[in-house]
């Protein structure tokens, strides 16, 4: 069965650390990939998507996500996390055209001033 | 990207009765989602519902229990019923819009006693 996999379910860092969350997926196929955030109080939004082309990828606030195929994994990096950046980051993975998406169990990620 | 927004937001309902939740959507959207965020989990799929046809139903999930209507391009409901504790969650709705990006709702918090 397809799975993604999150490795860290909490991270706890400081202001102006560097942030980089783990993503792997289990699918030989084509993938579509994203990250979403959740903010506290706030619902899921997009930070940033792959689909082909240049594997690392930019998204909104700062975030950046590097595709490594051979790895199958998503990785998603911030060189440094602010005290807003604290929230719940999901990756999720689309394998076929109709948008299923499968999610992983989600990171909670909580910077401290 | 469409802004969707969610009746109720939340609600507390005893074991065995059923509750009706609203999706609607700023704009046209062929394809809608059901998804289910349970209590420290990530999300799963409910279903799929476009205008048109019946809801397609992931493993796991039966229209019985489940019940969806989609009538237009910009409306869809989903039906808890004869709820248990067990159905306590975070159910959200979300579409897909031709960019092939899915947007999310703001979920309807349900409890169950």
């Known amino acids: 069965a397809q799975s993604v996999s999150q490795h860290n379910h909490h991270v706890i860092l400081s202001e102006a650390a560097s942030l980089e969350l783990g993503c792997n997926y289990s699918y030989g196929g084509t993938v579509n990939l994203f990250w979403y955030v959740q903010y506290p109080g706030q619902h899921l939004q997009l930070l940033l998507k792959y689909f082909s082309g240049d594997p690392l990828v930019k998204g909104i606030k700062g975030f950046e996500a590097e595709f490594i195929k051979s790895k199958f994994s998503f990785n998603l990096r911030k060189p440094s996390v602010q005290w807003s950046d604290t929230a719940e980051y999901f990756c999720a993975v689309k394998t076929d055209s109709w948008g299923k998406l499968q999610f992983g169990a989600g990171t909670q990620v909580v910077v401290t001033p | 990207s469409a802004v969707i927004s969610q009746k109720p937001s939340r609600d507390i309902c005893q074991r065995g009765t059923s509750l009706t939740i609203q999706c609607q959507v700023d704009?046209?959207?062929?394809?809608m989602f059901w998804y289910r965020q349970q209590p420290g989990q990530s999300l799963t799929l409910i279903a799929t519902?476009?205008?048109?046809?019946?809801?397609?139903?992931e493993s796991g999930f039966v229209i019985d229990k489940f019940p969806i209507s989609r009538p237009n391009l910009t409306f869809s409901t989903l039906t808890v019923s004869n709820m248990s504790p067990e159905d306590s969650s975070i159910y959200l709705c979300s579409v897909e819009e031709s960019s092939y990006e899915q947007y999310f709702g703001p979920g309807t918090r349900l409890t169950v006693t």
């Open positions: 704009s046209q959207v062929t394809m």
């Open positions: 519902a476009n205008q048109g046809s019946e809801a397609t139903y």
